[in-house]
């Protein structure tokens, strides 16, 4: 890779740290980077093709110093993809760096190696030839993803500010994390700097496993509760990687197949049907700007006193259940 002209992606951009829209979540980008991994590792990238490119940091630096790099290997990163690229030969005497290819796949990308002469989908707008003779294809019908080539040496810095991965973390380091803030539980976990990958499908699962509220704050999680929640989210997260994520938009695997975990889903927009521990409607409460489902029976809401811990002028009391 030539040059550092590149700016680097804006973490916020990326969607990684405030996100308001559904989107692949870990089991789904891991789903995905295994099938990648798989089907990609150790192919050369012979050429670039961009259509519309404004979710492209810098797409003439892609471009330019993407051809001739091979795809050392694919990892998931929180909700990232990253792709390890080793240079090519390449340019004669042009000094290689070594770079990630980093994407996002916001709310709607795909990433998946495609025949040539298979039809190209709508929104398709980038295309890398691999030396096998397959082409790469990323399609984002709504561009909220973003895709970067970073040097190798810039991805720490890119990266640093996320989180705790939930399948690699010790319970006291989850406990120490949930320690830290003044939040509600839902919102913690959303919070891509606290732990990476999670998003509101998991999230509203794994507090229905443990019966915990999403409105409880989290420092006042008894610590049994955060034992429980610790391995409910674990659980959670290793089932929906089995089923190979959960299809509630338009999210296929590399090989265009839908996962199944949402047949397993035990809150995520079921709104006003019954609970499958105990009966009772589950209901939907806005938590950090995100529809967040529960049951009212298994998930008591905490306390009042805890609720108003930090009351607002004109903030309705208690009753913070919403339509969206
Ligand atoms: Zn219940």
Redesign the pocket.
């Known amino acids: 890779m030539r040059g550092s002209s590149m700016p680097p992606p804006q973490a916020d951009a990326c969607g990684i740290l405030a996100e308001k829209f559904p989107v692949p979540e870990l089991p789904e980008v891991e789903t995905l980077a295994r099938g990648l991994r798989e089907q990609i590792a150790g192919r050369r990238i012979l050429s670039v093709r961009l259509g519309k490119t404004d979710f492209i940091d810098d797409p003439t630096a892609l471009e330019r110093d993407l051809p001739g790099n091979r795809i050392e290997s694919v990892a998931r990163y929180g909700k990232f993809l990253v792709l390890r690229l080793a240079p090519g030969n390449g340019a004669a005497g042009a000094k290689s760096e070594r770079a990630c290819l980093l994407v996002h796949l916001g709310m709607t990308g795909q990433l998946a190696p495609r025949l040539p002469e298979e039809p190209v989908a709508r929104h398709t707008h980038a295309f890398f030839a691999l030396d096998d003779g397959r082409e790469l294809r990323y399609t984002d019908i709504r561009r909220f993803g973003r895709m970067a080539l970073v040097p190798e040496a810039a991805l720490d810095g890119l990266l640093g500010n996320l989180g705790l991965d939930p399948l690699e973390t010790t319970e006291e380091e989850f406990r120490a994390r949930l320690a830290e803030r003044r939040a509600m539980i839902k919102a913690l976990l959303l919070d891509q700097r606290v732990l990476r990958g999670m998003g509101n499908i998991y999230c509203d699962e794994s507090l229905w496993r443990a019966r915990i509220h999403p409105t409880c704050h989290a420092a006042r999680l008894k610590p049994e509760q955060v034992t429980r929640l610790c391995r409910a989210i674990r659980k959670v997260l290793s089932a929906a990687i089995r089923l190979r994520g959960s299809s509630v938009s338009n999210y296929v695997d590399t090989n265009g197949q839908p996962g199944s975990y949402q047949l397993r889903h035990r809150v995520y927009q079921r709104e006003g049907k019954g609970?499958f521990?105990?009966?009772?409607k589950i209901r939907r409460v806005m938590v950090a700007g995100r529809g967040s489902h529960f049951?009212p029976?298994?998930?008591p809401a905490p306390r009042k006193r805890a609720l108003r811990a930090r009351p607002r002028r004109g903030r309705r009391r208690g009753g913070t259940v919403a339509a969206d």
Do not use: P
Not at 277 to 280: E, L, N, S, T
């Open positions: 609970c521990r105990c009966g009772a049951c029976r298994c998930q």
